[in-house]
């Protein structure tokens, strides 16, 4: 077995994998997107993703994936509730819990979505669609300084010797 770091953003999965045995759903199973929003609805950010999996004050709520839609709306049902949502990854989202029968889980404080797999969970970050804060994907991956890039992408990961860089090229 080789033991994976454990991935959160765009409906990565967490978990082992057994070399060499990839099965059909996951051979289609399309690229993670990576459009550079942290923000609610877009990327899991892998901090975002490590704290969610400890927080025993807000568990993962579970629950059934209702319908999907093109654009990224989807309803979901908790605790009897419908709750309309949206991330941007709606076909990839789709894939991963038609085979489990449309079981899902949510943490709502961490605008976290659950989904099984065969090993382990993917994780889809989501928003409320009528949210003022809600933003479409970029055309383009947000750039900039860091204070720009937590103002517009809602954050920012890179290791601390880019972080130095960009800091020192711009002035700081």
Known sequence: MIPRQPTFGHG???GIDEEGTMTARRSRLPAPRRCGYYRSGHEVHWIQGLH???????????????????????????????????NHESARLRLLV??????????????ILWTPGRDGSYAFSVCDPDDPEWRPCPSEP????????????????????EAKERLRSSGR
């Open 98 to 111: 038609e085979p489990n029968g449309g079981a899902i889980s949510l943490q709502l404080a961490w605008s």
């Open 52 to 86: 969610s999996g400890k927080d025993t004050e807000h568990p993962r709520v579970p629950g059934r994936l209702l319908s999907i839609s093109d654009d990224g709306t989807l309803d979901v049902e908790i605790n009897g509730e419908s709750i309309t949502l949206w």
């Open 142 to 161: 947000p750039t900039g300084g860091l204070i720009d890039l937590a103002r517009e992408a809602g954050g920012f990961s890179m290791s601390v010797g």
């Open 12 to 14: 990565a999965n967490a």
